[in-house]
């Protein structure tokens, strides 16, 4: 039952908040202070504020406590537990309209008892995707690492601000370690990095950087009066390369994309050509960037050649491996990044291939110097450079154009602590070997066709040919059709809820399937039941 609060507020434990010094604040039962609120200390209404009393509304209450633990355990239950079982579904799918009278959406100005929101948990679990199941095989993030989800539990329940060492002195030096540890990955003796708000971001923050190394004055200045700059990528790499242009004022219709090969991959020859014609038009080349797993097929970039090319025009070269860098933990496919160390900045999000917690997020940079450089703004109430009790460098804040930042490190350090490296190296070997099975039995299987000649990255692309339409001429009639076969079956799936596989075009070709491999939950056993029903969803087309 909930009772009646200090002022009149409801709250939803039943404790009364009282005026007089008797009851409860925010769910925490005893005595206080009238004088402590919000963590001051003051005058008691008796005059009085003996220690014991004080001490005895710390802590949660009893029923905040009970109602903690009942939601950890459904965490437990019913995601983690069931969500790993192939036989449970990926999703309990519901339109719009109809999950909006399913599930009480609306706000209040009276709390709710305990019992309501568990209930609350319960149906957003229920009717959410279960990204860690076998069969969810839609995007990039995949699985769940619990050593993992323990650093997120510990980081967000102490619920700090990643700025400075004074309020985050742990997760200072977590950051800086695995920093250091992705350096050394890549091959950089030292470097510099911090960890950010997901890949999209931290693509931004290497375009804003190589602009600053070129053009520092604009930082200040701005673009106005400025040349024409202009950036290069891969016409298959991230929407965000378009979508960072337009946020930092370079412009979108600044974005030069080059040629890939069939397996969307940039050429190199199509880069050189690009920047000299920028440059012929009177444009100023000044960053490229390369891709390490594509997002659609999966490509990986030469980034040998790429550097070659930014070496002779004087480019920074930025790698965006946020899918595909999880190979440089892997002696077996670390190869797919010969060439790496000469990048003068890059992403990586092991949430995707590695399983990590959403967001985890690394940018580093070969140099030291270039993040603080482009972003600080040196605000004085946070970053003053005559502290007495620590060397001021540890405040890593205005490295970020953000102010408030999640202590992300911990779940990254925590889950590498407890694979090691070679933990991270098995799971990329597995999934990178499901790949090669799914690509093997689906090339020799009658209604089946590769878009691509072999499997890139863990990324398998094909479309289903059902059987209306196999002994058809290709032709025009029978790219529409075929366009038209992915979208039913997804539609088909999505309502069935057990499995979930993308679907997208690309340019000329129609509607294929890219399933992607990332969780080592998932086995070949699935992936044959995953064939299968793609056959019975998409029998009668």
Sequence with gaps: MAGTGMNGRIEPNGDTQTPNGTGSINGHSGLYCAGERNGHMGPSTNGACPEKAVKQ??????????????VFDTVLEDVLKKSASAGSKVIDFLPPAELSKRIDLELRDDPEPHESLLDHCK????????????????????????????????????????????????????????????????GWPAGDGLMGAGGSMLNM???????HKYFPDMKKTGMHGGPRLVLLTSAESHYSMTKGAGFLGIGT?????????????????????????????????????????????????????????????????????????????????????????????????????????????VFVTREQGPLKAAHASGATYLFQADKISYDASYDVG???????????????????????????????????????????????RKGFKMVLPGPNCTNVCFWYVPPSLQGMPEGPEFTKKLDQVAPV?????????????QYQPLEGVPNFFRLVLANTETTRQDLDFFVEEIERLGADL
């Design 253 to 361: 219709d600044n974005v030069i994309k080059v040629k890939c090969d069939e397996r969307g991959q940039m050429l190199p020859e199509e880069l050189d050509k690009a920047i000299e014609d920028a440059k012929a038009q009177g444009s100023v080349p000044f960053f490229v960037n390369a891709t390490s797993g594509t997002t659609v097929t999966g490509g990986y970039d030469p980034l040998g050649a790429i550097a070659d090319v930014c070496q002779k025009h004087r480019l920074w070269l930025h790698v965006d491996a946020a899918w595909g860098g999880s190979v440089l933990t892997s002696r077996k496919h670390r190869g797919l990044m010969a060439g790496v160390e000469r990048a003068d900045s890059l992403l990586w999000n092991p949430h995707k291939m590695l399983s990590l917690p959403l967001q985890c997020s």
């Design 398 to 444: 205005d490295k970020s154009i953000q102010c408030g930042r999640k202590t992300d490190p911990m779940k990254l350090w925590l889950s590498w602590k407890a694979h090691g490296t070679r933990g991270f190296e098995k799971h990329v070997d597995y999934v990178f070997e499901l790949a090669q099975y799914l690509h093997d039995k689906l090339i020799n």
């Design 57 to 70: 509304m710390r802590g949660l209450s009893p029923s905040m406590n009970k109602f903690l633990h009942d």
């Design 205 to 211: 923050f290497g375009i804003n950087l190589a602009r």
């Design 123 to 186: 149906k957003t679990i229920q009717h959410s995707v279960k990204t860690g199941h076998p069969m969810f095989l839609n995007q990039l993030y995949q699985g769940m690492d619990p050593y993992g989800l323990a650093g997120q539990f510990v980081s967000d329940s102490l619920n700090t601000n990643l700025h400075t060492y004074e309020a985050a002195p742990v997760f200072v030096l977590m950051e800086q370690e695995v920093v250091r540890k992705v350096c050394s990955l890549i």
């Design 489 to 501: 079956i997804k539609d088909r799936m999505t309502k069935k809820g057990n499995m979930m596989v």
